[in-house]
């Protein structure tokens, strides 16, 4: 099956720092990836629509000068998480939707951002 | 607006315990459901598609089947390395190409 990567799988940041994640497809085009958020024991939110070469679509309530969004390429995709507060500390997982495919969405492993 | 309701909450089966976990849906329009598996600590992994009522999909021990208000994972004798939790997801005429997640049922099989 499709194969999708995230960079870091772990970080630790100190409030008030910035941290950037990677979201990568490794064996197909995506022009369209997604991230979400998970908390604890939760299912997952959408975050945002990351579409290439465009600006992403950010669901209600998602602030979009605090997660930035960059999708530069057909196979990556970043998520910026801006002056990080301990409340951002989440799970965060992106996911890519293979243009070739019927809709089909391939999740990547995640990232655990613990913001201290 | 479009829900998503996955039940039970939880189930915890016998190794070789067949049941069925079950995820309801109230949409505007689908557009296909899918069925996820995620392990503790990592990203969900894609099991199955469908897309119209009547449709079944098989993967080893797990079958999905679909009709025009929910669907079911049905798992045939269980083992240990079945244990997870096991999403449903929908996606619908207004949600363009995005997913709406259901809070999944968390699977513990014990041998």
């Known amino acids: 099956g499709a194969v999708v990567s995230q960079h870091p799988s772990r970080v630790i940041c100190k409030s008030g720092t910035s941290v950037k994640i990677e979201c990568r497809s490794l064996d197909f085009q995506a022009t369209t990836m997604f991230w979400y958020r998970q908390f604890p024991k939760k299912s997952l939110m959408l975050m945002a629509t990351s579409n290439e070469g465009s600006k992403a679509t950010y669901e209600q309530g998602v602030e979009k000068d605090k997660f930035l969004i960059n999708h530069a390429s057909l196979t990556l995709s970043t998520l910026t998480v801006t002056s990080a507060h301990p409340e951002d500390s989440s799970f965060y997982i992106c996911s890519a939707r293979d243009r070739g495919l019927s809709y089909e969405q391939y999740f990547g492993p995640g990232t655990r951002l613990t913001v201290t | 607006e479009d829900q998503v309701t996955q039940s039970p909450e939880a189930l915890r089966l016998q190794e070789g315990e067949s049941s069925s976990l079950n995820c309801s849906y109230t949409?505007?329009?689908?557009?296909?459901l899918f069925w996820y598996r995620q392990d503790p600590g990592k990203g969900p992994e894609f099991l199955f598609t469908l897309y119209s009522a009547g449709e079944e999909k098989e993967k080893e021990r797990l079958k999905a089947t679909l009709t025009k208000k929910e669907s079911f994972l049905h798992i045939t004798a269980p083992k240990p390395e079945d244990s997870a939790t096991y999403l449903c997801?929908?996606?619908?005429?207004?949600?363009?190409?995005?997913?709406?997640f259901g809070k999944g049922t968390m699977l513990l099989v014990s041998p």
């Open positions: 997801a929908v996606r619908t005429l207004s949600g363009y190409s995005t997913l709406t």
């Open positions: 949409v505007s329009g689908l557009r296909g």
